[in-house]
């Protein structure tokens, strides 16, 4: 086996600085507002960053709740209509529609989560914004919950229109979510 | 102070330039790697080297930037400004560990 190779510690240092136009982007569209759809898109926004890839989180429909101070630690996944819903036992749909059910099965789902070490969703998010995600909220969105910006997470950048976002995410790599 | 880099020609590497025996590690071939990676490193990141070794002995496994950032108590921004690129893979490079695996 070779020794130190510099010429990638080269390559790799001069990578390492923010800003560059020939950087590998990463424009994740957050579409989804349960609990168990939060998490894909925070954790591909962190391992981007820990990998020196640049990233922008776009949170549109559903996925506004992600950044809305109401909602973001009491996101919900679904026990009606919901086709893998049998994560450690079977819950019928019947079942699964009585009151308090939806909660029980969010509350379960936290736990789990919280075992392998990921943090709730308003914590990742602020581990995001900290290791350098880009957070936009849509504001069409916006519009039409009848949010207003103090409604949204302090730390989010912009609330941003569709001409933006495909401004915005050119040359990235866009993952719909 | 001038560092020499001439250490680091005679220990294996992989191919990403993580050092293969951990025990070929000493402060100066982390030093060497850093200032090869054109990091001047602080006491910050002597720090954070430090407890990332230990993390690896004791667990076998170099620790994520979150457990870093929890154990020593130093934010996730503050972590980025020390070493830009990504925290955890770039502090192991230099502690002469295996990359961090897992999804946080």
């Known amino acids: ?21 020939q950087k590998r982007k990463l424009f994740l569209i957050c579409s989804k507002g349960s609990l168990d759809m939060a998490y894909p898109p925070l954790i591909l926004a962190n391992a981007a960053r820990a990998n020196g890839v640049e990233c922008s989180m776009f949170f549109t429909f559903w996925g506004l709740d992600i950044i809305t101070k109401a909602k973001i630690n009491g996101l919900h996944v679904a026990t ?24 029980m099965a969010s509350a379960m789902m936290r736990q789990e989560i919280a075992k392998l070490g990921i943090p709730p969703v308003g914590e990742f998010l602020q581990m995001c914004k900290d290791a350098g995600v880009k957070l936009y909220g849509c504001l069409a969105t916006v519009d039409m919950m009848r949010l207003k910006r103090e409604d949204l997470v302090d730390y989010l950048d912009d609330v941003i229109d569709a001409n933006q976002f495909i401004e915005m995410s050119e040359g990235a790599q866009i993952i719909f979510i | 102070m001038s560092i020499n880099t001439s250490i680091l020609d005679n220990l294996e ?15 100066e071939v982390g030093a060497a790697i850093a200032h090869e990676l054109g990091l001047e490193l602080t006491d910050q990141h002597w720090a954070v080297i430090n407890f990332a070794r230990k993390e690896y002995e004791e667990s076998g496994e170099s620790p994520t930037i979150r457990r870093i950032s929890k154990g020593l108590g130093i934010g996730t921004k503050e972590l980025y400004d020390l ?14 560990l295996k990359k961090p695996t897992g999804c946080v």
């Open chain 2, 13 to 27: 590497f992989d191919e990403e330039n993580y050092l293969v025996n951990a025990s070929d590690w000493t402060p």
């Open chain 2, 83 to 96: 070493f830009p690129g990504g925290p955890g893979k770039i502090a192991a490079q230099i502690a002469g």
């Open chain 1, 1 to 21: 086996m070779p020794g130190f190779n510099r010429e990638i510690a080269k390559a790799q240092a001069a990578g390492a600085a923010e800003g560059q136009p």
């Open chain 1, 80 to 103: 009606v209509g919901n086709p893998n819903m049998h994560p450690w036992f079977h819950i019928p749909t019947m079942v699964g529609g009585l009151p308090g059910m939806s909660a």
